[in-house]
């Protein structure tokens, strides 16, 4: 199967040349977390906060906080760094006790373009019936629970769901996702694979 390509948006991508940019990167200001989770207060709040401002006071607060941290204590959890086992792109980081994410949460998703096309997560997805962390890389491998599905026509999302369920456990030989464990401070961004 062919790797799929997101194009940047031509506005990025004049946007880096007039900056001499070689890369925007992006982490998630905000967790993506489960509903239950401690941060969907501080979550709203911000949201709520940040909608209050003009767009140049809302860029400076931004500035000030890199990103924002779950407050869930996260004792006896680690931190761990998911890569597409399709063409090896960084998704993100969360916490969980094990390799298999089982009680994941605070994950942060990243991506990254060089004007042309982005890599990277494209979309994280936390299941409607579980809670499982689902996840879509730019590259067109992809985990996301479509049981829960309530736009796509169903037979559509019912032949998703049978292509994503495959390698959707974390953790495993067949896992679509590899996880490994990495320190707190760890932040990568991949460079594309040569093709």
């Known amino acids: 199967m ?16 007039r900056t001499a940019q070689k890369k925007v990167q992006v982490y998630s200001f905000f967790p993506v977390d489960k509903a239950s989770c401690v941060c969907h207060a501080m979550i709203h709040e ?82 409607p019936i579980d809670e ?16 829960g599905n309530m736009t796509l026509p169903v037979m559509m999302a019912h032949d998703l769901e049978k292509d994503n369920r495959r390698g959707r456990e974390f953790g495993q030989a067949t896992s679509k996702f590899k996880v490994r464990k990495v320190s707190l401070n760890t932040v990568r961004f991949n460079k594309p694979n040569k093709e």
Request: overall charge neutral; proline content about 3%.
């Open 132 to 147: 499982t962390l689902g996840l879509e890389c730019t590259c067109g491998v992809d985990t996301r629970d479509m049981r």
């Open 2 to 17: 062919a790797r799929r390509r997101i194009l940047a948006s031509r506005d990025i991508a004049t946007k880096m040349l």
């Open 46 to 127: 911000w949201k709520e906060k940040l909608s209050m401002l003009p767009r140049e006071l809302k860029e400076a607060e931004l500035a000030k906080q890199a990103h924002l941290e779950c407050p869930k204590d996260k004792t006896n959890m680690d931190r761990y760094e998911i890569t597409c086992s399709g063409c090896g792109q960084v998704q993100g980081y969360c916490y969980a006790t094990d390799e298999t994410l089982k009680d994941w949460c605070d994950f942060h998703y990243v991506q990254w373009t060089d004007g042309k096309e982005w890599f990277g997560n494209l979309t994280p997805n936390i299941s």
